[in-house]
């Protein structure tokens, strides 16, 4: 079974701009959470959804949202970039939700780079 | 709120070595502690995780940890190193409840040496 795939690999985008990640997740699972990764630091959770609605939220602002679709999968989007938002954004899938002590997956990642 | 923090941003060790890498967590509730792997340019790969059920896990790849509740420690350990073991290692929490998400530490970057 193929893993957790995320697009697309690298991205560039200037400050101010928006940009949209997608993920998909593992086959059969229904929770689908984001982090952030910037160089150096461990990961930090922004988003987890589950069944299309949101179950958890991190210290992030407004300009982050994200949205879960009915096969799953998941866009995270973020608003008026700033430099800080470059960042190894990653996605992780797990079966269910409010069981984060279940295995997340995670995917490669989205390399983004703002000028 | 839960935190987790990881002694040492580089450990070295020589091949064939004991390696030790030291996570201590904070928690209001009983956590749930993984440890992940992160290859150059890859995502977090799971090599274990503690969820009440024996306090020594047995992971992947030879690496096992032990939750002590006293010390509030989880550290990583595997008798002898190999060289593929060079990576980026993570130690994270959460309790569970799925609305603070996965809290990770900053890191330690495991040398191997020839």
């Known amino acids: 079974d193929a893993g957790v795939t995320q697009s697309p690999t690298h991205l560039i985008k200037t400050r101010g701009q928006h940009v949209t990640l997608r993920c998909s997740p593992i086959?059969?699972?229904?929770?689908v959470s984001w982090y952030q990764q910037v160089l150096g630091q461990g990961p930090q959770f922004i988003f987890q959804?589950?069944?299309?609605?949101?179950?958890g939220r991190g210290n992030f602002p407004d300009r982050f949202s994200a949205r879960q679709f009915p096969n799953y999968s998941s866009e995270l989007n973020v608003n008026a970039l700033l430099l800080g938002d470059s960042a190894l954004y990653l996605c992780?899938?797990?079966?269910?939700?409010?069981?984060?002590?279940?295995?997340?997956?995670f995917g490669p990642g989205t390399r983004l780079t703002v000028l | 709120a839960q935190s987790v923090t990881q002694l040492g941003s580089h450990v070295s060790v020589s091949e064939g070595a004991l390696v030790l890498l030291r996570c201590n967590y904070s928690?209001?509730?009983?956590?749930?502690l993984f440890w992940y792997v992160q290859y150059p340019n890859q995502g977090l790969q799971l090599l274990l995780k503690?969820?009440?059920?024996?306090?020594l896990v047995k992971g992947i790849n030879g690496f096992e940890a032990e939750f002590k509740k006293s010390e509030t420690s989880f550290h990583l350990t595997k008798p002898s190193a190999h060289m593929s073991d060079a990576a980026e290692y993570f130690c994270a929490v959460t309790q569970g409840g799925g609305a603070d998400g996965l809290t990770f530490g900053k890191g330690t970057h495991l040398i191997i040496q020839p």
């Open positions: 992780a899938s797990s079966p269910r939700t409010g069981a984060l002590r279940d295995t997340q997956y």
């Open positions: 959804y589950y069944e299309k609605e949101e179950r």
């Open positions: 928690s209001s509730v009983p956590p749930y």
């Open positions: 503690y969820t009440s059920a024996a306090t």
């Open positions: 086959s059969g699972h229904k929770s």
